[in-house]
């Protein structure tokens, strides 16, 4: 039996303290808000990469111009001042969460690439050697080419742990203040957006560039989740024609709102305004996510919970596929992020072999399809087939890690696993 059930209220499970047994660490909640803005967030990503505008509010809110900050964002949010007591064991736990799986897939998506090359007539990709498997990932992550999209996650472990450092740092010398960290982090950011647009931030410095830029966007999170979330009760209507107005105006006063995190370019406007175009970006789809929460699951007014009595009505679950899509979409974004790309080119794939098998498609770009992994051929020239790419970019890897997930659990069923060291959070 767990407790869960002594916690009803207005239909809604709030989960403060779940135990399956006695002696076990509780796990937190999930928080479905920032769960399906994660979901919102991928499908940025995934779209983004398609030139596929489904999802920018009528090019309101360009993807380029917040979406990767929006995960930092979300990491930010759900990082702990308690990790700070066990420094060693939280970045061991990181570099196994992030890390590890980022290596493996390294290694599989250089074998891919080193094959297409010598089979298929591919020119995409470099040599596998022991820069582009250990070394690359770090400097731009682009080394394979067909996972170029999890250059994010070498990233966000750096992050991490300047985050975990300097936190530490600041504690020791007794100045440890949310505002100072998030001021210190924005100024630093701003000097090296200028620096950019002043043509500095070249070659081997898009490393430390593309850090730097991003961290402040982690540290908005945490000081969201310490210093705002607790006031941010405006009503809907007002707080969307703020945030809307404040984007119209940008884009009224700007010379375009996109530019590239991962090679610390295309800053049109100055330091400040990227930063700006993270907020109201961050602003309106977190206020959607938390709009749309109730429908995956979450309560009213409630952004942690387990499940309501609706959904348990005479014992059976009731079904909510939308939103239990969106939720398995929110807690896997890792693994759309890593294989994407690699179901784009799999499309494609099928496109041309149609195309050189039949008298359809005659249209199909080879050269480009053997060079360039930003050719996305549309048929007769429709952007709706997009949504072709898009469902099958999110689709594939969402099945391969739901297969890895049955795999594991029956492998798990027959290995002893130690109940030592820190429970996974």
């Known amino acids: 039996m767990t407790d869960v059930s002594r916690f009803k209220k207005d239909g809604v499970e709030k989960l403060h303290m779940v135990s399956q047994t006695e002696g076990n660490r509780q796990k937190p909640p999930y928080n479905v808000t920032f769960g399906v803005l994660s979901a919102l967030a991928i499908l940025m990503i995934v779209a983004g990469h398609l030139g596929y505008d489904i999802l920018t509010v ?32 939280y970045l061991k736990k990181k570099a196994k969460r992030l890390l590890l799986p980022y290596f493996i897939w390294n290694v599989v998506y250089g074998v891919i690439a080193w094959a ?30 067909y996972n170029y999209a999890a250059w994010f996650v070498p990233v966000l472990f750096l992050i991490e742990v300047m985050n975990l450092c300097m936190r530490l740092l600041l504690k020791w010398l007794h100045c440890h203040s949310e505002w100072l960290i998030l001021l210190g982090t924005l100024a630093v950011g701003m000097f090296v957006v200028q620096f950019a647009i002043e043509g500095r931030v070249w070659g081997l410095y898009k490393t430390p560039g593309r850090i730097l830029f991003l961290y402040p966007c982690f540290q908005m999170g945490q000081f969201y989740k310490k210093k705002l979330e607790s006031r941010d009760k405006l009503a809907n209507l007002l707080y969307f024609a703020i945030v809307i107005g404040v984007q119209v105006f940008l884009h009224l006063c700007c010379n375009g709102l996109a530019y590239s995190s991962v090679w610390v370019t295309g800053f049109a406007n100055g330091p400040l305004i990227p930063y700006i175009t993270v907020v109201s970006g961050v602003a309106f789809w977190l206020r959607v996510a938390r709009v749309l929460s109730p429908l995956c699951g979450g309560g009213q007014g409630s952004i942690f919970v387990v499940q309501s009595d609706a959904e ?41 072999g149609i195309a050189l098998h039949t008298r359809y498609l005659a249209d199909f770009d080879f050269v480009r399809f053997h060079a360039d992994i930003d050719y996305y051929y549309l048929v007769k020239g429709s952007e709706a087939f997009k949504m072709v790419y ?9 099945l391969l890690q739901k297969g890895l997930d049955s795999l594991f659990s029956a492998v798990g069923r027959r290995v002893p696993v130690s109940d030592s060291g820190p429970s996974k959070r």
């Open 58 to 89: 009528g090019g309101l809110f360009p993807y380029y111009s917040f979406h990767v900050p929006l995960f930092l964002f979300i990491s930010g949010y759900f990082y702990r001042e308690e990790e700070e007591e066990h420094p060693f064991i």
């Open 116 to 145: 297409l090359r010598a089979c298929g007539g591919f020119s995409m990709g470099e040599a596998i050697s022991l820069k582009t498997l250990f070394l690359s990932p770090f400097l731009n992550g682009y080394q394979f080419i």
């Open 312 to 352: 348990r009505r005479g014992g059976q679950a009731v079904p909510n596929p939308a939103g239990g899509f969106l939720r398995y979409l929110g807690r896997n974004t890792y693994a759309v992020m890593m294989h994407h790309v690699m179901a784009f080119m799999l499309v494609k794939m099928i496109l041309a």
């Open 390 to 398: 898009l469902a099958v970019g999110v689709g594939l890897p969402l």
